[in-house]
């Protein structure tokens, strides 16, 4: 039952993405060929026969491919924030999204590299986003695009603990979202310096818990950033 | 903006309003507890701890439904008192936390007190008695002086929140049995870490902890950083990208069970 991931890191790199994509399409005309042959148990199946949308997958693959996704995006905004820092950034700034752009890309590879080893055949593409309405040479809106990733991401590991069954896969997610929630109060108090905001009670509730969110809650949210649609069935998204 | 603006309203979702149904729901697991809890191995949270006083503690008429998940829910438990009780002090001395830091650690105050009214009624709803609050000496034996030096304040209280962090998780484990007690437990570590980065950069400290260095941390606070420094994840080298630094700053690690109360116990009389 317990499956330790263990990968190496020399695909870790950024892309097989042409090759992931070519090797998906391999798996989708193989499925739809077994739709055609008469099989109609589709409960195994990693894409839709009907579109070229990717499914996240079931049981503890999809909550990984569910995390990458979110990986994916936090990595490649805070690519594009240090690309082209916003106009008047402090060093103490730069500094911080240096940092924040580190570890999610680190992240983003991490999870590249475990779902690749762990269920080579399952791993979402790379993926592709969009970023209307954010103006990355304005602070303002670096900043509360940023707070909101953050707190989404804490709030979508927090929700999605609970469908993880492998116990080392609970404990990597644990290693990462406290990494978020770090982030997400350093960039809450740049938005409002030494106020509650941190840990604000727009997050934090009466009985001191944080928000946990439902994928597909996370997915309505975040929905608008992502380019490449996909769904996860398994949770309803 | 629309995204942002679905995202605020999300933030305030009706997530919680159930709770009081969710403890209901801890209840009735409480029933298989007390089955499981003869078949179960206690994890020995009263072996761990280092002071007798404790000990007594935990094998009161409590430990009669002791599981791992209601053991780890007194771990957390004692952590949270601690917290709860050092942040109340400070707070209460006058002259100690400056006007303009009171906000930060009187939000924070407010939820370790919420942490320690959450903990106590999980526990009593899995049928098991909340341990008693230890008395602490926030001096550990005239080592520190945190109510008269308020840069000793700030160390102490970055190294209970960083400890409050890795102790949550190296409990995970253990309460994955029971969903409604992971997700809360998920939402307090989380809630811990941001305390963690705001107290870390108040001491002009990054919010997260780069190598096994708490960063301008007295010797006393090391067993709180040990093996944060670590840079391979399930086989994946952390540091190859942006070296050692980033890749060990990008997790936080787990911090066992005995070492959380060892570190716990040099704070209880």
């Known amino acids: 039952m317990k499956k330790t991931i263990s990968v190496s890191n020399g695909a870790a790199t950024l892309d097989t993405n042409r090759r992931n994509f070519l090797k998906l399409s391999g798996v989708g005309l193989a499925i739809a060929g077994l739709a055609l042959v008469g099989c109609n148990d589709d409960d195994d199946m990693i894409i839709d026969p009907g579109s070229n949308v990717f499914d996240l997958g079931t049981g503890d693959v999809g909550v990984l491919n569910y995390a990458y996704a979110l990986e994916q995006l936090e990595a490649d905004f805070y690519t594009k924030v240090v690309n082209s820092f916003y106009t008047g950034i402090s060093d103490a700034e730069k500094q911080i999204f240096t940092d924040l752009y580190h570890h999610e890309v680190i992240h983003r590879d991490f999870f590249k590299a475990a779902i690749g080893g762990a269920a080579p055949n399952s791993i979402l593409p790379t993926l592709e986003f969009q970023y209307n309405g954010v103006d990355f040479k304005s602070r303002t809106s670096v900043l509360a695009t940023?707070?909101?990733?953050?707190?989404?991401?804490?709030?979508a590991y927090n929700g999605?603990?609970?469908?993880?069954t492998n116990p080392d896969y609970l404990v990597l997610a644990g290693k990462i979202v406290s990494v978020e929630a770090r982030h997400a109060s350093a960039i809450r108090d740049l938005i409002n310096p030494k106020s509650a905001d941190f840990s604000g009670d727009d997050v934090i509730n009466a009985m001191g818990l944080d928000l946990a969110k439902e994928p597909k809650d996370v997915v309505t949210a975040a929905g608008g950033f992502f380019k490449t649609p996909f769904t996860w069935k398994e949770r309803g998204i | 903006m629309n995204i942002l603006r679905i995202l605020d309203k999300l933030s305030n979702d009706k997530f919680f309003t159930g709770e009081a149904t969710r403890l209901q729901?801890?209840?009735s697991i409480a029933d298989f507890g007390k089955k499981a809890a003869v078949a179960s191995v206690p994890l020995g949270l009263a072996g761990l701890m280092s002071t007798p006083a404790h000990a007594e503690t935990t094998t009161s008429s409590a430990s009669m439904f002791k599981t791992p998940l209601t053991d780890a829910l007194q771990l957390a438990l004692t952590l949270e008192y601690l917290e709860d009780e050092y942040y109340r002090i400070g707070l209460a001395t006058a002259g100690l936390i400056p006007t303009a830091d009171r906000t930060v650690f009187s939000q924070i105050s407010k939820h370790e007190t919420a942490h320690v009214a959450f903990l106590k009624s999980a526990l009593t709803s899995l049928g098991t008695a909340p341990g008693t609050k230890p008395t602490f000496d926030f001096t550990a034996g005239g080592n520190f002086t945190p109510f008269t030096n308020y840069q000793q304040f700030l160390t102490l209280a970055q190294a209970?929140?960083?400890?409050?962090?890795?102790?949550?998780?190296?409990?995970?484990g253990n309460v994955m049995s029971n969903k409604d007690v992971l997700t809360a437990a998920l939402q307090i570590h989380s809630v811990e870490a941001r305390h963690a980065s705001q107290v870390r950069r108040m001491r002009a400290n990054k919010g997260w902890i780069e190598l096994a260095n708490g960063g301008n941390m007295p010797s006393a606070t090391d067993p709180v950083y040990a093996g944060e420094g670590v840079t391979v994840q399930a086989g994946f080298n952390t540091a190859t990208a942006f070296g050692p630094e980033a890749g060990s700053a990008a997790y936080d690690e787990v911090l066992s069970g005995s070492d959380a109360a060892a570190i716990a116990g040099l704070f209880i009389v």
């Open chain 1, 160 to 164: 999605a603990g609970k469908y993880i």
């Open chain 2, 160 to 172: 209970f929140e960083d400890t409050g962090v890795r102790a949550y998780k190296g409990q995970a």
């Open chain 2, 25 to 27: 729901t801890l209840s």
């Open chain 1, 146 to 155: 940023a707070k909101a990733l953050e707190d989404t991401g804490v709030a």
